[in-house]
């Protein structure tokens, strides 16, 4: 319990000191000569995502998830709300997003009440370990690049399960492990990214299943997001000046040094990805699929 508490106020400073936030997101829009009295989503869609593969790959997770106008969907650790405003804004369905850095979670609020998304969004800040929804709530699940924070996948697909309807969908893409990652690789990327363990594909899919899911389908993303990651870094190192403006010189540097090793070792086959979209099937689901092992 206290380690968990000490790995998750670790996720809170690594967002509390990311150089994608509110402040930098503004200082981009106003660079563009955008009014921010007149924000829109339209406007706004184009800076608030944090994952790999931009708007496309949400396009992407939402179409393969069924998402349609009438469903609730959760997002499961939904930083500064980017996918849960787009797909609401383009489906016209409800999105509730979690997420456990309470910066992001005010930040999520905020710029959703700034292009007028507030009555179809809307935000919890909490631990994605431990939702607070009732059984059967949402219609769909996503998550895009976050469940490589969270430390237990056994329960957190579980709670993922528990909340979705009998028939709905969890559909997420997460950064995965391979058998060449190292336990030294390993260490550093709890330190500095932390990412307390990874999961691979069949890890998933076998938690999916105990979780009381079918699997329909998955894809590596391995080798598209190893040159999404090397673009990344670039961007990174665009925003190196503003980082330290806004977080010290040292953090800046500690930021440099552990993206260029995340995406060295996608480079060399050590770290992956994929997109998973499985269906709730109709029986019930164990509480904690570890109790099944
Ligand atoms: C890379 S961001 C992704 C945000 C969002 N998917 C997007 O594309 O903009 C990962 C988010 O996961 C959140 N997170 C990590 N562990 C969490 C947990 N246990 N519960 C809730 N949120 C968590 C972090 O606070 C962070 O905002």
Same mark, same amino acid.
Request: aromatic content about 8%; proline content about 2%; charged content about 30%.
């Given at each position: 319990?206290?380690? +968990?508490?000490?790995?998750?106020?670790? /996720? /809170? *400073?690594?967002?509390?000191?990311?150089?994608?936030?509110?402040?930098? #997101?503004?200082?981009?829009?106003?660079?563009?000569?955008?009014?921010?009295? +007149?924000?829109?989503?339209?406007?706004?869609?184009?800076?608030?995502?944090?994952?790999?593969?931009?708007?496309?790959?949400?396009? /992407?997770?939402?179409?393969?998830?069924?998402?349609?106008?009438? +469903?609730? !969907?959760?997002?499961?650790?939904?930083?500064?709300?980017?996918?849960?405003?787009?797909?609401?804004?383009?489906?016209?369905?409800?999105?509730?997003?979690?997420?456990?850095?309470? $910066?992001?979670?005010?930040?999520?609020?905020?710029?959703?009440?700034?292009?007028?998304?507030?009555?179809? !969004?809307? =935000?919890?800040?909490?631990?994605?370990?431990?939702?607070?929804?009732?059984?059967?709530? =949402?219609?769909?699940?996503?998550?895009?690049?976050?469940?490589?924070?969270?430390?237990?996948?056994?329960?957190? #697909?579980?709670?993922?399960?528990?909340?979705?309807?009998?028939?709905?969908?969890?559909? &997420? *893409?997460?950064?995965?492990?391979?058998?060449?990652?190292?336990?030294?690789?390993?260490?550093?990327?709890?330190?500095?990214?932390? =990412?307390?363990?990874?999961? *691979?594909? $069949?890890?998933?899919?076998?938690?999916?299943?105990? $979780?009381?899911? *079918?699997?329909?389908? +998955?894809?590596?993303?391995?080798? !598209?997001?190893?040159?999404?990651?090397?673009?990344?870094?670039?961007?990174?190192?665009?925003?190196?000046?503003?980082?330290?403006?806004? &977080?010290?010189?040292?953090?800046?540097?500690?930021?440099?040094?552990?993206?260029?090793?995340? !995406? $060295?070792?996608?480079?060399?086959?050590?770290?992956?990805?994929?997109?998973?979209?499985?269906?709730?099937?109709?029986?019930?689901?164990?509480?904690?699929?570890?109790?099944?092992?």
């Amino acid at each position: 319990m206290a380690e +968990h508490q000490d790995h998750l106020a670790s /996720v /809170v *400073t690594y967002y509390d000191t990311h150089p994608i936030n509110e402040q930098q #997101i503004m200082h981009a829009l106003r660079a563009r000569g955008i009014d921010l009295d +007149h924000l829109t989503e339209d406007l706004l869609k184009d800076y608030d995502q944090d994952h790999f593969g931009g708007l496309q790959a949400t396009d /992407v997770l939402a179409a393969k998830a069924g998402i349609k106008k009438e +469903h609730h !969907v959760l997002d499961a650790c939904s930083g500064m709300g980017g996918p849960a405003r787009y797909i609401a804004h383009r489906i016209g369905c409800r999105v509730t997003g979690i997420d456990c850095t309470e $910066s992001r979670y005010l930040s999520a609020i905020k710029l959703s009440k700034l292009v007028g998304l507030e009555t179809l !969004v809307n =935000f919890v800040h909490g631990d994605a370990l431990d939702m607070p929804f009732e059984e059967n709530s =949402f219609d769909a699940v996503i998550a895009q690049e976050a469940w490589c924070h969270v430390p237990d996948k056994a329960r957190l #697909i579980a709670q993922c399960a528990r909340v979705v309807k009998p028939g709905g969908v969890i559909a &997420f *893409t997460d950064i995965l492990c391979t058998d060449k990652l190292s336990n030294g690789d390993m260490r550093r990327l709890r330190s500095e990214m932390t =990412f307390p363990e990874l999961e *691979t594909i $069949s890890g998933y899919a076998r938690l999916l299943e105990l $979780s009381g899911c *079918t699997l329909l389908e +998955h894809d590596d993303l391995s080798n !598209v997001w190893t040159k999404v990651l090397e673009d990344r870094l670039l961007m990174y190192r665009t925003l190196a000046e503003e980082t330290e403006r806004n &977080f010290g010189a040292e953090r800046a540097r500690e930021w440099d040094d552990a993206y260029a090793f995340f !995406v $060295s070792r996608f480079r060399q086959g050590r770290l992956g990805g994929a997109r998973f979209i499985a269906r709730r099937d109709r029986g019930p689901v164990l509480e904690d699929a570890e109790e099944a092992l």
